[in-house]
């Protein structure tokens, strides 16, 4: 019972170590807008959208409007082509950022492909137990005319921390849930959520060809593991595969590519050192052999956070490129940036670029929009969304 509490208290962003508690440094954000000559000549201008308290998560619907999922629990609609924040009521009651600074009251939606015909979103939040504990839940809801209906928790996680979690959909309406790491080795045990990618039905039942069904001492639900810090899921959408920004320790941050059965490492591997300063790797040195590689990885750390591939055309450079953002290099407060990886047809790494470190801010989430623009969402209580746009 002590053990339990302890760890029901401890912040929620750590596997084995806490990062170092540093104040919130960012500077204040201008007005704007801002401009850029980027290194392979595409010009960009970058607009203060809108300012709100901890925007977390970014996510378009089928319209055109944005919603905004916040840390506070609540969720702002963009309605297209302009920029009054708009209350969206109806979701589940969250744990907010003041139970702690590490406790994220929403962190995540997934729109439904048949979204048109049953209106379903999905919430990833933290979810209020009794004796103040709780837990990562998805919420399925109905959205109609600014508003959400029918609310029903379709899965509710064991991971006792609350997050950081991230959520996605693919075009086959399975549900994809980045279950961060947990304490000690919980990523590699099998008989628990923690620290791995789960594959979900969309009304929250285990799909009879996830690759652990059926298999002695282990969940149904996982479809990868051996993942630290899950903060970003994406579907690339050219070929519907799932892409998972993980953050690592100091240093080890990675892009993975999810696929079916693998074991990504944590905390046996990692390319980075634990927050007192050796190496993360039980091996006295940064490896990651015998396990899935990472698509993409960072020494020192971006503290990777949200990433989306560019799927519009107002930005022709960038066509295809994935985009990353990072709330902080090098541990520093106020360091935060996006870096634009160019990658071949095999998810191969050719040239990266580090955009709006100038602004240092704590850029926690990138999208890329209906409209052909990017759109991005900075964690700090005087938040702000910025959208990217093309600049003679
Ligand atoms: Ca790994």
């Known amino acids: 019972m002590a053990l339990a509490l302890t ?36 010009n960009i201008k970058v607009t203060v959208l809108a300012r709100l308290p901890w925007p977390y998560a970014l996510t378009f619907l089928p319209n055109g409007d944005l919603l905004v999922a916040q840390r506070t629990g609540q969720i702002k609609r963009i309605a297209k082509g302009t920029t ?17 600074s590490t406790v994220h009251g929403y962190m995540g939606i997934a729109v439904h492909p048949r979204f048109a015909q049953n209106g379903w979103l999905y919430i990833i939040y933290t979810k209020p137990l009794a004796d103040k504990k709780r837990t990562s839940a998805v919420a399925r809801v109905r959205y109609a005319d600014g508003k959400l209906t029918d609310l029903k928790d379709i899965w509710v996680g064991e991971n006792i921390t609350g997050g ?47 690759p652990f069904v059926g298999q002695e001492g ?30 690592g320790p100091n240093g080890g941050d990675e892009i993975n590519w999810i696929k ?43 503290s990777t956070s949200g990433l989306d591939f560019y799927k519009g055309d107002a930005l022709p450079k960038w066509k ?3 985009f990353v953002s990072g709330v902080r290099y090098g541990e520093i407060p106020g360091t935060g940036r996006v870096d634009r990886v160019v990658l071949n047809d095999k998810f191969e790494e050719l040239r990266r670029e580090t955009l709006l470190t100038d602004l240092h801010q704590r850029i926690r989430d990138v999208q890329s929009g209906p409209d052909g623009l990017i759109y991005l969402a900075t964690d700090e209580e005087q938040g702000a969304i910025l959208r990217i746009e093309p600049a003679p």
């Not at 947990?182 to 799909?207: E, M």
């Open 260 to 302: 079916p059965g693998k074991n990504y490492g944590w905390p046996i591997v990692s390319l980075g050192r634990s927050y007192p300063g050796p190496w993360q790797a039980k091996t006295n040195e940064p490896v990651h052999t015998g396990y899935e590689l990472p698509l993409l990885y960072w020494m020192p750390s971006i």
């Open 218 to 247: 282990y969940r149904p639900e996982i479809y990868t593991m051996g993942h630290r810090t899950t903060l970003g899921l994406t579907v690339n959408p050219v070929n519907n595969q799932v892409f998972l920004a993980e953050m």
């Open 320 to 322: 295809g490129n994935l």
């Open 164 to 210: 950081p979690e991230s959520i996605a959909m693919t075009p086959d309406a399975k549900l994809w849930i980045g279950n961060s790491g947990g304490f000690g080795d919980a990523a590699q045990d099998p008989k628990t959520l923690a620290g791995k990618i789960l594959r979900l039905n969309d009304d929250g039942s285990v799909p009879m060809d996830n």
């Open 84 to 100: 009054a924040l708009l209350e969206v009521p109806g979701g589940p009651p969250a744990v907010g950022p003041e139970a702690g």
């Open 7 to 42: 760890l029901a208290q401890a912040p929620a962003n750590t596997s084995s170590a806490a990062a170092p508690a540093l104040p919130g440094l960012s500077q204040p954000l201008p007005a704007g807008p801002f401009t850029y000559r980027t290194g392979e000549g595409q």
